[in-house]
């Protein structure tokens, strides 16, 4: 007897405002007043031998990131990335019975984008949706099997076949590319916005929070003891310039390790190699510390084959990889043949992609060329999102990650109590009580990972559904609001 998806359901948990806003690019806040929370996902699936199966997802609807249409208004571009959420959820109910979680995501990635090819949306907007529910299917996979998602992995429990979406992939094996054993801990790669506090000059009357926490990205370093850092660049070369010179002054003795994240800002590739040159040549050592530029042209622009020979300039100093980009299964792979090297992973886009993506890696890599994923991911909320991020980046054996929602919002202060005791209870030494609250524990800028090796997909008990509501609410009132 196959496996048999039972009910999904939606809701949204409040999150309380939070502690520092972000800008996406020309002051849009990614935590606008009327921002409810996160989306989560509750999934009942019934198992070979007969018994019922929960799994669970979650995710910040970063609708600002994933839809940056200038026309359209944040309201409307909300409820189409619900709307994309809520046909996915049916695509996944409507599945008939499959015999691993693979098969069954690429049966209703196949029928979701049929569907997409009739009803246009914008494409990372249907990532999203499908990937949400896929970590739900995929958890209650892990929880019918008894084991963690890299023990799925390993033991090829969850029927990944990459030659599905890479046919020159052949019989590519894919456990065993993967480590030994899933990463224990993971340095925290601290995000430092285009707004972002650097120091106490940076601080007034308005923004000062005088929480007791750390603001500026001086009081983390000091505090953390930070040795990862992902600066957001804007694109005009001057500018960048100057904040750059500011961050480094900072960090330049703690033997950081840096990218640049520019957020499709660069207006040419011209622009972009014009400031590559101007970093390497006026701040060497900065540039040195320089790790990957993530993303720095346009979506549309990236897969530009007219951007090839000034792609492979930069790329001669320093890789780049790809983000917004990266909005269907194949687009890691044609960017590969622009001059790109790497691919950020991101739950929110898929962990089956990003496998396929690691295959892809693996098998392209030689001494001439090295492949590789990138840890990203500025939202990712405790417990759900949090730890189902970490338990991917864990098995695939990357060392550091971006990790920043702790740093915008309060603690696990959104979580009721129940869960809050069972962060301190499950999960060894990935959180601490801290000024008055249950928070990441942080010690010589890296996260102690280990306890996410639990039979699911790093979490290992149901979140306290009778505190959130039904997303069909928060829809009515986006309507009606």
């Known amino acids: 007897m196959p496996y048999q998806i039972q009910a999904i359901d939606l809701f949204v948990r409040r999150i309380p405002p939070p502690r520092m806003d972000f800008s996406i690019g020309k002051g849009q806040s990614l935590f606008p007043a009327w921002m409810r929370g996160n989306v989560e996902v509750r999934l009942r699936m019934s198992s070979p031998d007969g018994n019922p199966s929960y799994g669970c997802a979650a995710d910040w609807p970063s609708f600002g990131w994933l839809d940056k249409r200038a026309d359209v208004e944040p309201k409307q571009k909300m409820l189409e990335l619900l709307a994309l959420i809520e046909r996915a959820r049916q695509v996944f109910l409507q599945l008939p019975p499959f015999d691993s979680a693979f098969e069954g995501w ?40 008894g084991l963690s998602f890299f023990e799925m992995l390993k033991q090829r429990r969850l029927g990944v076949r990459v030659e599905a979406i890479h046919p020159e992939l052949g019989n590519f094996d894919l456990a065993g590319s993967l480590p030994d054993r899933p990463r224990p801990e993971l340095f925290i ?4 916005g285009l707004g972002d506090p650097l120091t106490d000059d ?7 929070i005088d929480d007791g926490l750390p603001q500026t990205l001086q009081q983390y370093v000091q505090l953390q003891e930070l040795r990862y850092f992902k600066v957001k660049v804007c694109g005009n070369e001057d500018e960048d310039f100057r904040r750059l010179q ?50 720095p042209l346009s979506r549309a622009m990236t897969l530009d084959e007219s951007t090839t020979e000034t792609i492979r300039q930069v790329a001669k100093q320093k890789p780049l990889i790809i983000d917004e980009a990266d909005d269907d299964l194949h687009a890691f792979r044609s960017s590969m043949e622009i001059g790109y090297a790497g691919v950020s992973h991101k739950n929110c886009k898929g962990v089956f992609k990003s496998l396929a993506n690691h295959a892809l890696c693996k098998s392209r890599s030689d001494e001439n060329h090295r492949y590789f994923l990138s840890a990203e991911d500025l939202t990712n909320m405790p417990l759900v999102a949090f730890h189902q991020d970490s338990a991917v980046v864990a098995a695939l054996g990357l060392t550091h990650a971006e990790r920043n929602a702790h740093h915008f919002f309060s603690a696990l202060s959104h979580l009721t109590p129940r869960e809050r005791n069972t962060a301190l209870a499950n999960y ?12 990441l524990n942080i010690r010589k800028g890296k996260i102690d990972v280990s306890a996410l090796q639990c039979a699911g997909l790093g979490i290992d008990e149901i979140p306290d559904w009778d505190c959130m509501s039904p997303l069909n609410d928060w829809i009515r009132e986006l309507e009606t609001g």
């Open 106 to 145: 690429w049966q209703a990635h196949r029928q979701f984008n049929r569907e997409l090819t009739t009803q246009p949306s914008v494409p990372l907007c249907a990532t999203f949706a499908l990937a949400l529910i896929e970590r739900a299917l995929i958890d209650a996979m892990c929880r019918s099997c």
């Open 189 to 192: 790669r601290h995000t430092v």
């Open 202 to 208: 940076d601080l007034t009357v308005d923004n000062r």
């Open 246 to 295: 500011r961050i480094w002054r900072l960090i330049a003795d703690v033997d950081p390790t840096i990218t640049l994240d520019g957020n499709e800002s660069f207006a040419t590739v011209e622009r972009l190699l014009g400031f590559v040159d101007r970093l390497a040549e006026q701040s060497p050592r900065l540039f040195e510390r320089i790790l990957l530029i993530e993303q």
């Open 428 to 439: 060894g030494q990935l959180y601490a009580n801290s000024h008055g609250d249950v928070r």
